[in-house]
C-alpha cells in the first residue's frame, strides 16, 4: 500500500513541476515582452519629438506626448513591480527541487510528502492558466499523454477537453490583442492626423 501511495505522490510531484516549468515560460515570455513593449514605447515617444513637423497641426502633439510620456512612466512602475524575472527564477528553483524530490529512491511516503509539502510552501504557487497550458500543449499539441497513480492505485489519464482548450485559446487571444491593439490604435490615429 506504501509503495502506491508512493508512486501516486510521485505522479503528483511530477505534474506539478511540469506546470511550474509552464510558470517560469510565462514569467518569462511576460518579462521579454513588457521590457520590448517599454523599449516600443519610448521609441515611440522619441519618434513623436523628431517627426513633429510631418505631423497635421490639427493633432495635438503636446497632450499625446504627455500621455505617452506617463504611460510609459506607469508601465514602467507596474512592470519593475511585478518582477517577471524574478517570479521565473522562483518558478525553476521550484520545480527543480520538484524533480530531485520525484527522483529520490526508496524514500517513505510521509518524508516525500514532508518534501513535496515543505517546497510548495516555500514558491509562490502557480495559476490555473499555467496548469491547462501544459495540460493542452502536452496532450493536444503534443500527443503524448498524462498518466499518474491514484491513491487507490488505479491509472488516472489527464486529457484536453474543449473547456480547457477554449480557456488556453481565450487567454491567448486576450495577451495578444493587449501586445498589438495598442501600437495599432496609435499608428492608426498618426497616419490620419499626419500632413
Same mark, same amino acid.
Given at each position: 500500500?506504501?509503495? @502506491?501511495?508512493?508512486?501516486?505522490?510521485?505522479?503528483?510531484?511530477?505534474?506539478?513541476?511540469?506546470? /511550474?516549468?509552464?510558470?517560469?515560460?510565462?514569467?518569462?515570455?511576460? !518579462?521579454?515582452? *513588457?521590457?520590448?513593449? $517599454?523599449? $516600443? $514605447?519610448?521609441?515611440?515617444?522619441?519618434?513623436?519629438? #523628431?517627426?513633429?513637423?510631418?505631423?497635421?497641426?490639427?493633432?495635438?502633439?503636446?497632450? #499625446?506626448?504627455?500621455?505617452?510620456? &506617463?504611460? @510609459?512612466?506607469?508601465? *514602467?512602475? @507596474?512592470?519593475?513591480?511585478?518582477?517577471?524575472?524574478?517570479? =521565473?527564477?522562483?518558478?525553476?528553483?521550484?520545480?527543480?527541487?520538484?524533480?530531485?524530490? %520525484?527522483? %529520490?529512491?526508496? &524514500?517513505?511516503?510521509?518524508? $516525500?510528502?514532508?518534501?513535496?509539502? !515543505?517546497?510548495?510552501? *516555500?514558491?509562490?504557487?502557480?495559476?490555473?492558466?499555467?496548469?491547462? +497550458? +501544459?495540460?493542452?500543449?502536452?496532450?493536444?499539441?503534443?500527443?503524448?499523454?498524462? %498518466?499518474?497513480?491514484?491513491?487507490?492505485?488505479?491509472?488516472?489519464?489527464?486529457?484536453?477537453?474543449?473547456?480547457?482548450?477554449?480557456? #488556453?485559446?481565450? /487567454?491567448?487571444? +486576450?495577451?495578444?490583442?493587449?501586445?498589438?491593439?495598442?501600437?495599432?490604435? +496609435?499608428? =492608426?490615429?498618426?497616419? @490620419?492626423?499626419?500632413?
Amino acid at each position: 500500500m506504501n509503495e @502506491i501511495k508512493i508512486k501516486a505522490l510521485k505522479g503528483r510531484i511530477w505534474i506539478t513541476a511540469k506546470t /511550474r516549468m509552464q510558470a517560469e515560460k510565462r514569467y518569462r515570455l511576460y !518579462d521579454v515582452v *513588457s521590457h520590448i513593449y $517599454l523599449c $516600443l $514605447l519610448s521609441f515611440l515617444a522619441i519618434c513623436l519629438g #523628431v517627426f513633429s513637423e510631418y505631423i497635421h497641426q490639427d493633432f495635438p502633439l503636446s497632450e #499625446v506626448s504627455i500621455v505617452v510620456s &506617463v504611460f @510609459i512612466f506607469g508601465a *514602467s512602475i @507596474i512592470v519593475f513591480g511585478f518582477s517577471f524575472g524574478e517570479s =521565473a527564477v522562483l518558478q525553476r528553483e521550484c520545480y527543480l527541487r520538484l524533480q530531485k524530490a %520525484e527522483g %529520490e529512491d526508496e &524514500v517513505e511516503y510521509e518524508k $516525500l510528502h514532508n518534501i513535496y509539502c !515543505d517546497i510548495n510552501s *516555500s514558491y509562490p504557487n502557480h495559476s490555473t492558466a499555467d496548469y491547462e +497550458f +501544459f495540460i493542452v500543449e502536452r496532450t493536444f499539441w503534443h500527443k503524448k499523454s498524462i %498518466e499518474y497513480y491514484s491513491y487507490d492505485g488505479k491509472i488516472v489519464l489527464i486529457d484536453w477537453n474543449w473547456q480547457i482548450l477554449l480557456s #488556453v485559446i481565450g /487567454r491567448s487571444a +486576450f495577451f495578444l490583442a493587449i501586445m498589438i491593439l495598442p501600437p495599432v490604435t +496609435f499608428i =492608426a490615429v498618426f497616419m @490620419i492626423f499626419r500632413n
